[in-house]
């Protein structure tokens, strides 16, 4: 509902900005100067990131619902890994797409691109801000059910109920942002 709530401001927000760039004949609506301050090769590789780690996440959850917690044989040998390597990687995809985002703010903000520039940096980095909560949320679930495998002396059906349901709220959070990614970065 919360991101439902953000999309229909930033398409009101679009709406309305962009009726007053033509009623003052301006050359380019502040959605089109923002879109130009994007650097799209990072932001394709930053939500490349995040999609793939959909894929390892849910190579952790088949590894979950098997009863196979941890790898049995060689960290290099792929096929072997168990629920911990998949999620451990998740975990530091997430954190690389959270260090990609860190990267542009700081870039966008190194142009003058500021949440209180205008309508549309505002919108901007509350949506993506308020993705990049969540995304860390999920970070913090994923340590959650890592560090209860550690600490358990076997794996049980509640935790692997525990990794699926992670792994729901990873999906989520993935399917949000190529939405928002779409809308952000692509509609013009």
């Known amino acids: 509902m919360f991101f439902a709530a953000l999309f229909a401001a930033y398409f009101t927000l679009r709406n309305v900005t962009n009726s007053f760039a033509q009623q003052d004949n301006l050359e380019q609506s502040m959605w089109e100067w923002g879109a130009s301050h994007f650097n799209m090769p990072v932001a394709i590789a930053n939500t490349a990131i995040l999609v793939l780690s959909s894929v390892t996440c849910q190579l952790g959850v088949h590894a979950a619902e098997n009863s196979h917690v941890s790898r049995s044989g060689s960290l290099f040998n ?44 505002s919108a901007f980095f509350l949506a993506t801000g308020f993705h990049g909560l969540h ?54």
């Open 135 to 188: 995304v860390t949320g999920g970070l913090v679930a994923f340590l959650l059910v890592l560090g209860r495998t550690y600490l358990a002396r076997t794996f049980t059906h509640e935790q692997a109920v525990n990794a699926v349901a992670t792994s729901y709220y990873w999906h989520f959070v993935d399917l949000i942002w190529i939405v928002l990614f779409g809308v952000i970065y692509f509609v013009r």
């Open 78 to 121: 792929v096929a072997a890994w168990g629920m911990r390597e998949w999620y451990t990687l998740t975990f530091v995809m997430g954190a690389i797409f959270i260090g990609g985002q860190a990267f542009e703010y700081a870039s966008l903000i190194g142009e003058g691109f500021t949440p209180a520039t205008n309508a549309y940096t």
